[in-house]
């Protein structure tokens, strides 16, 4: 005996692609808002504070740690081939390849992320965007278009600040703690890290971070239910649907920058 009925199966592929269609929507209307919302750039000069002071601590102390550990397992690694003053050279190509982008994505989503979401979500539940509607301003060109465009500035500054303080951890402990030579620590950053292919390609991929983790928080707090169980199931969703967003995304640009 069937738990579903074909009915049933029909009406939630209809709605799926209704959200997604909905969603399709959204971006477009919100990439079509770049020259109006520019315009009024006190908005999302704003937004870029918001969000970078609820993200930067976070991400300048993780970067940090992420940095002490790299240096102290990349040495000892390559300490057993007798290429430990190459430590440098690891270290940055890991962060500005690899781990800038996608922790600074994975955190950005998880602290500035949901209080997008929640921030929606809860003006959402309390009919403000509603009356907005009834007063025929469009909340989508004065609520989610300045957020939209201010992550999409903060998430490769975010991963710059990240690469940079893990760079600064990594020497501190392989120069600093261990005696890594110094010069050989900065030549070899400076001669085998590329400005475009390694730093480019990195930033590349934060700025398609920042559209995804941004554009999916401001989503989810749109289309929360109006009540406290929809805002932190929203908020939940929020997390769990960019993460694996950026995972995603992340093995795809490397496939086709690296390759």
């Not at 009925?5 to 939630?12: I, L, Q, R, Y």
Request: proline share 3%.
């Amino acid at each position: 005996m069937s738990w579903y009925k074909p009915s049933d199966v029909g009406f939630a592929t209809r709605s799926k692609l209704a959200d997604v269609g909905l969603g399709a929507r959204l971006f477009l209307r919100l990439l079509l808002s770049l020259p109006s919302t520019f315009r009024r750039f006190g908005l999302v000069r704003d937004q870029i504070h918001f969000l970078g002071n609820y993200s930067l601590v976070i991400i300048a102390v993780s970067g940090l740690f992420v940095g002490f550990v790299f240096g102290l397992q990349g040495y000892y690694t390559l300490q057993r081939f007798g290429s430990s003053d190459a430590l440098g050279l690891l270290v940055t190509l890991t962060l500005v390849r690899e781990l800038g982008p996608v922790v600074t994505a994975l955190l950005f989503a998880g602290r500035a992320g949901t209080s997008l979401t929640a921030e929606i979500g809860l003006m959402k539940a309390g009919e403000q965007i509603s009356v907005m509607e009834m007063m025929a301003v469009d909340p989508v060109q004065r609520i989610l278009a300045p957020r939209f465009w201010a992550g999409v500035i903060v998430m490769p500054l975010l991963a710059g600040v990240f690469s940079a303080m893990g760079v600064i951890g990594g020497w501190a402990v392989g120069v600093v703690m261990i005696g890594v030579d110094a010069g050989s620590f900065w030549s070899q950053i400076q001669g085998g890290v590329d400005v475009w292919k390694d730093v480019g390609n990195g930033v590349i991929k934060s700025v398609v971070f920042g559209f995804t983790v941004t554009f999916i928080a401001l989503l989810q707090g749109f289309e929360a239910q109006p009540t406290p169980e929809g805002v932190a199931s929203a908020t939940t969703r929020t997390v769990v649907v960019a993460s694996l967003a950026v995972l995603g995304l992340d093995f795809i640009l490397t496939a086709m920058m690296f390759t």
